[in-house]
């Protein structure tokens, strides 16, 4: 049911935090050879590891064209469910919904505009259509935004407080907000943000513009994951600290100041030498759980023992995620969660 005479707040709905309870999650099967640059059969197989593990914790369903069901489903196992429709690549927290729930325990989603990250590619009209697509299959209720938004973009408490970067929701090629006051406001009407932290920019390396899911995420009301590069060398270095600065400063919608968690960064290089944005705050929290990237790094222990002890009771299964940033992104990208039904009552 489309529901465009009003927006997801004034119904009672907004964005619940990642660790809610899931019914289950959604992923994208890759098809786009041309983005992988020869390398699409291992991102079909780090796509199907990922979704192995997450199996473990939450049912996962995979979209798949039709004509790549078949080996989608020899991949990722019985363990996985395999549904076919239109789509033209992989990244599911970008084009999939946002998935958003009401006091009353009912799911509903937002299906956001995509322009391809501002225009950066061309025939994405399969992504773009496969948010309502898959509301409409699941019979929620569906919001559709008038502006473009991706789902890397914004992280929530789920008590009201969003993280983002201003490189991204300000951008002109996204054409979502001139300023500041008037992105807060749009975050208010389809999310629910009751106060929205401004980070500047995300990596350098991020072809997105710098989605805020490589450089913080919240791991639980009032603690904030942070990236960290600790060598002055690295490009990312000023940039990150700065952001741990300002983290270290600010109050969320409560008032509570944050506690900031640092997560230290590792670097990973393509085949031609070339910097890729590898983060280890790029991960998915499932049920009981955390999936997470490891990038064969002598960095890949520390990392998971600092994410475990973020979140204590989860258990932290890494899965390789170095085919997955050859194609610009990483396991929280290729994921997007579905509410539990009545998930924060």
């Known amino acids: 049911m489309t529901d465009n005479q009003a ?3 004034a119904c009672g709905f907004r964005m619940p935090a990642e660790w809610a309870a899931h019914e289950r999650c959604w992923m994208a099967w890759p098809c786009r050879a ?6 699409l059969a291992d991102a079909r197989a780090a796509y199907a590891a990922v979704a192995r593990a997450i199996t473990v914790f939450e049912p996962v369903t995979m979209i798949a064209r039709e004509g790549d069901a078949a080996d989608a489903g020899v991949q990722c196992g019985p363990s996985v469910a395999i549904m076919t429709a239109p789509i033209d690549d992989s990244w599911m927290r970008d084009f999939g919904p946002t998935f958003v729930v009401s006091d009353g ?23 773009a259509a496969l948010a309502a697509l898959l509301l409409d299959r699941l019979g929620a209720r569906r ?26 929701l300000l951008n002109p090629n996204r054409r979502m907000a001139g ?13 629910g943000a009751e106060k929205v932290i401004w980070l500047p920019a ?9 989605h805020i899911d490589n450089v913080a995420c919240f791991a639980a ?9 600790p060598s002055p060398s690295d490009p990312n270095h000023a940039a990150l600290a700065a952001n741990l600065a300002l983290l270290s400063a600010e109050r ?12 230290k960064q590792t670097t990973q290089v393509d085949t031609a030498g070339m910097p890729l944005a590898a983060s280890y705050i790029n991960f998915y929290i499932a049920n009981d759980g955390i999936v997470m990237p490891s990038f064969a790094s002598s960095e890949d222990d520390a990392a998971a023992a600092t994410v475990r002890e973020a979140f204590p009771g989860r258990r932290v299964v890494q899965v390789d995620a170095r085919p997955i940033i050859r194609g610009g992104g990483g396991i929280h990208c290729i994921t997007q969660q579905q509410p539990r039904k009545g998930c924060d009552r």
């Open 202 to 210: 995300g990596l350098v390396e991020d072809e997105t513009d710098g």
């Open 252 to 263: 969320d919608a409560r008032g509570r100041r944050i506690d900031v968690v640092p997560l």
């Open 143 to 168: 919001f559709d935004a008038p502006f473009v938004l991706e789902g890397g973009a914004i992280h929530t408490d789920g008590e009201g407080t969003v993280l983002t970067t201003e490189s991204v």
């Open 179 to 191: 300023s500041r006051d008037a992105a807060e406001a749009l975050l208010r009407d389809w999310i």
């Open 7 to 9: 927006v997801p707040s």
């Open 34 to 39: 041309e983005l992988w640059g020869g390398s």
């Open 105 to 127: 325990g009912e799911v509903a989603g937002v299906s956001w505009e995509f322009n391809a990250w501002g225009r950066k590619y061309r025939g994405f009209d399969d992504d």
């Open 221 to 229: 009301p009032g603690r904030v994951l942070a990236l960290t590069a």
